[in-house]
């Protein structure tokens, strides 16, 4: 049976990334958002409903490898040497970096599509930030430095929660673990009532779930095997962008890729999405201290999310589908950078931030005394 070509490939790759673009627009659905509603307001309806995503993704995924003998092996995100410090210094500068952009790459590519001109520029430090430390002049800073710091697994192991379950307990064990974590975010999802009484948000997050679960099913095994320039990926927004930046620039690379073509399919549905809602505006810079707290954004984001390997889809779905190690590592880093730029954006400054934590500490040694 013959696969999928490589052109089909990467127009699904546009469908799929519309279709995101869209129902994420429409619902107001960001990674960075969630993050702060939980943190800062209590609320977690958004990041229950990307727990929605996630469960589907998972199930997805056990559902390829049964019964179309997709090898998570195959992908980048399960290698055998596993690099978490890197992981979680990189995921802890992408939250930092989101915080001070106030979304993540895949939101920055959403506010593009609705005239946000700001995402322009985001976009534009980021992908040559991480086209630099993915392929360019910061590569082997990555590859010799950063990256040599790394476990390695034993022979024929795959950095994969279920494949280290096999291995340590037996081949069964490895069956339950995703379905049951599939399970319980389920149900946390469908105990919130606000989240019930939210369909564009509960489409949204099934639109994504299934993105992820359709993007490994036609670069894995529907793919035509002997076509060299699919590579097995799913949504992601870290190197993608890079590469789409890259390709339109020098006119080599790739195009017709599914993670380059998402990228497009992205800002064309938000565009539609919010053409459609009479919300497409253009906006731009308010003065120099918003354009300069971008502009780090964005660098920390492009820096970041290569050493994280991935964004927030990337890492939080993407790699999360496939139960990946380094997925809750990079989750939590990206947490904990977030909540980092949170409390410097609410203090000013980084100094004032630390000051503000030592006044806290005193005050709490005090009380003890």
Same mark, same amino acid.
């Given at each position: 049976?013959?696969?999928?070509?490589?052109?089909?490939?990467?127009?699904?790759?546009?469908?799929?990334?519309?279709?995101?673009?869209?129902?994420?627009?429409?619902?107001?659905?960001?990674?960075?958002?969630?993050?702060?509603?939980?943190?800062?307001?209590?609320?977690?309806?958004?990041?229950?409903?990307?727990?929605?995503?996630?469960?589907?993704?998972?199930?997805?995924?056990?559902?390829?490898?049964?019964?179309?003998?997709?090898? !998570?092996?195959?992908?980048?995100?399960?290698?055998?040497?596993?690099?978490?410090?890197?992981?979680?210094?990189?995921? #802890?500068?992408?939250?930092?970096?989101? @915080?001070?952009?106030?979304?993540?790459?895949?939101?920055?590519?959403?506010?593009?599509?609705?005239?946000?001109?700001?995402?322009?520029?985001?976009?534009?430090?980021?992908?040559? =930030?991480?086209?630099? #430390?993915?392929?360019?002049?910061?590569?082997?800073?990555?590859?010799?430095? #950063?990256? +040599?710091? @790394?476990?390695?697994?034993?022979?024929?192991?795959?950095?994969?929660?279920?494949? =280290?379950?096999?291995?340590?307990?037996? !081949?069964?064990?490895?069956?339950?673990?995703?379905?049951?974590?599939?399970?319980?975010?389920?149900?946390?999802?469908?105990?919130?009532?606000?989240?019930?009484?939210?369909?564009?948000?509960?489409?949204?997050?099934?639109?994504?779930?299934?993105?992820?679960?359709?993007?490994?099913?036609?670069?894995? !095994?529907?793919?035509? !095997?002997?076509?060299?320039? #699919? *590579?097995? /990926?799913?949504?992601?927004?870290?190197?993608?962008?890079?590469?789409?930046?890259?390709?339109?620039?020098?006119?080599?690379?790739?195009?017709?890729?599914?993670?380059?073509?998402?990228?497009?399919?992205?800002?064309?549905?938000?565009?539609?999405?919010?053409?459609?809602?009479?919300?497409?505006?253009?906006?731009?810079?308010?003065? /120099?201290?918003?354009?300069?707290?971008?502009?780090?954004?964005? +660098?920390?984001?492009?820096?970041?999310?290569?050493?994280?390997?991935?964004?927030?889809?990337? /890492?939080?779905?993407?790699?999360?589908?496939?139960? @990946?190690?380094?997925?809750?590592?990079?989750?939590?880093?990206?947490?904990?950078? @977030? *909540?980092?730029?949170?409390?410097?954006?609410?203090?000013?400054?980084?100094?004032?931030?630390?000051?503000?934590?030592?006044?806290?500490?005193?005050?709490?040694?005090?009380?003890?005394?």
């Amino acid at each position: 049976m013959q696969g999928l070509a490589a052109s089909t490939v990467g127009l699904i790759g546009l469908a799929v990334g519309l279709a995101c673009g869209f129902t994420v627009q429409r619902a107001k659905l960001c990674t960075f958002g969630a993050v702060e509603d939980a943190l800062v307001g209590g609320n977690w309806r958004r990041l229950r409903a990307f727990g929605l995503s996630l469960a589907l993704a998972i199930l997805g995924v056990q559902a390829l490898v049964v019964f179309l003998g997709f090898d !998570p092996g195959t992908t980048t995100y399960v290698p055998a040497r596993l690099a978490l410090a890197g992981t979680l210094a990189g995921a #802890i500068l992408f939250g930092l970096g989101m @915080a001070l952009v106030g979304t993540c790459a895949f939101g920055s590519l959403v506010r593009l599509g609705t005239g946000d001109l700001r995402s322009l520029v985001t976009l534009l430090v980021f992908a040559v =930030l991480a086209y630099a #430390i993915l392929r360019g002049t910061l590569a082997g800073l990555r590859i010799g430095t #950063i990256e +040599a710091v @790394a476990i390695s697994l034993p022979s024929g192991a795959i950095g994969s929660y279920p494949a =280290l379950l096999d291995g340590w307990i037996g !081949p069964l064990a490895g069956q339950f673990v995703g379905p049951v974590i599939a399970i319980a975010l389920i149900a946390a999802a469908l105990r919130d009532a606000r989240l019930r009484r939210s369909p564009r948000l509960v489409t949204a997050s099934i639109t994504l779930g299934l993105g992820v679960v359709l993007g490994w099913a036609v670069t894995g !095994p529907l793919a035509d !095997p002997f076509a060299d320039q #699919i *590579r097995v /990926q799913s949504l992601t927004f870290v190197a993608p962008v890079a590469r789409a930046l890259f390709a339109l620039a020098t006119g080599e690379g790739v195009l017709l890729d599914f993670g380059v073509m998402s990228v497009f399919g992205v800002m064309v549905g938000s565009a539609t999405a919010a053409i459609l809602a009479r919300e497409f505006r253009w906006e731009a810079f308010d003065d /120099q201290r918003e354009m300069r707290r971008h502009l780090t954004g964005a +660098a920390f984001m492009g820096f970041g999310g290569v050493l994280a390997g991935g964004c927030t889809i990337g /890492q939080g779905l993407t790699a999360g589908s496939l139960l @990946a190690v380094s997925w809750p590592v990079a989750v939590i880093g990206m947490v904990l950078g @977030a *909540r980092i730029g949170i409390a410097i954006l609410l203090e000013g400054s980084m100094l004032e931030w630390l000051r503000a934590l030592l006044r806290r500490a005193d005050r709490r040694r005090s009380a003890a005394e």
